[in-house]
């Protein structure tokens, strides 16, 4: 498994592309969430530092395979028309979440889960955004990225990438600024 893939816009992956080493997720949220297995166990650690500090978050999306990001689009695309649909979710092959690497996470607090946007302005999540590339993940949408990323910010999107992570995190690039300038 290429733990650094990058998967944008211009990097789309086949229908074919299904990662080898997916495994079925723990997750409170929802059943039947896969991710790649390595991804998975480093989420586990991070889990576990989070919850001493009383942090409670979870997986809410992993895996989703082509098929899947297919109906997600066409859906998008059908109730709020295709400009709104193209910066906010991607078409089918051009998902990270196709690789078996990308986490949404939720949060559980005050016996609520939140969810996508309503994380935003949780401390667990600038927690997390501080902390996951300890970790090996990075925030793969971050907020002033939005031109070189082509997505909106997305405070609950994680990416594993492996051990570059602190370098992403520490030069506050992401993975397109990675690949393009070469650290
Ligand atoms: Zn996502």
Redesign the pocket.
Same mark, same amino acid.
Not at 60 to 88: F, H, W
């Given at each position: 498994m290429d733990y650094q893939i990058l998967v944008n816009k211009d990097n789309p992956l086949p229908r074919a592309h299904i990662p080898n080493n997916l495994v079925e997720v723990n997750s409170k949220y929802k059943d039947n969430i896969k991710l790649d297995k390595k991804a998975y166990e480093s989420f586990i650690l991070l889990q576990k530092e989070a919850l001493k500090y009383n942090y409670k978050i979870d997986i809410e999306?992993g895996y989703r395979d082509y098929d899947y990001q297919e109906n997600l689009y066409n859906r998008l695309v059908k109730d709020k028309g295709y400009s709104y649909a193209i910066t906010r979710i991607a078409e089918p092959g051009k998902?990270? $979440?196709q690789t078996g690497l990308?986490?949404?996470f939720c949060i559980y607090k005050d016996n609520k889960c939140y969810i996508e946007h309503e994380v935003e302005e949780l401390e667990e999540t600038k927690w997390i955004h501080n902390n996951a590339y300890k970790y090996g993940f990075i925030l793969?949408y971050p907020e002033g990225k939005e031109d070189i990323t082509k997505y909106s910010y997305?405070p609950? $999107?994680l990416r594993f990438i492996g051990d570059i992570s602190s370098v992403l995190y520490n030069n506050k690039i992401t993975l397109e600024e990675y690949y393009e300038k070469k650290y």
């Amino acid at each position: 498994m290429d733990y650094q893939i990058l998967v944008n816009k211009d990097n789309p992956l086949p229908r074919a592309h299904i990662p080898n080493n997916l495994v079925e997720v723990n997750s409170k949220y929802k059943d039947n969430i896969k991710l790649d297995k390595k991804a998975y166990e480093s989420f586990i650690l991070l889990q576990k530092e989070a919850l001493k500090y009383n942090y409670k978050i979870d997986i809410e999306s992993g895996y989703r395979d082509y098929d899947y990001q297919e109906n997600l689009y066409n859906r998008l695309v059908k109730d709020k028309g295709y400009s709104y649909a193209i910066t906010r979710i991607a078409e089918p092959g051009k998902s990270e $979440h196709q690789t078996g690497l990308a986490i949404d996470f939720c949060i559980y607090k005050d016996n609520k889960c939140y969810i996508e946007h309503e994380v935003e302005e949780l401390e667990e999540t600038k927690w997390i955004h501080n902390n996951a590339y300890k970790y090996g993940f990075i925030l793969r949408y971050p907020e002033g990225k939005e031109d070189i990323t082509k997505y909106s910010y997305e405070p609950w $999107h994680l990416r594993f990438i492996g051990d570059i992570s602190s370098v992403l995190y520490n030069n506050k690039i992401t993975l397109e600024e990675y690949y393009e300038k070469k650290y």
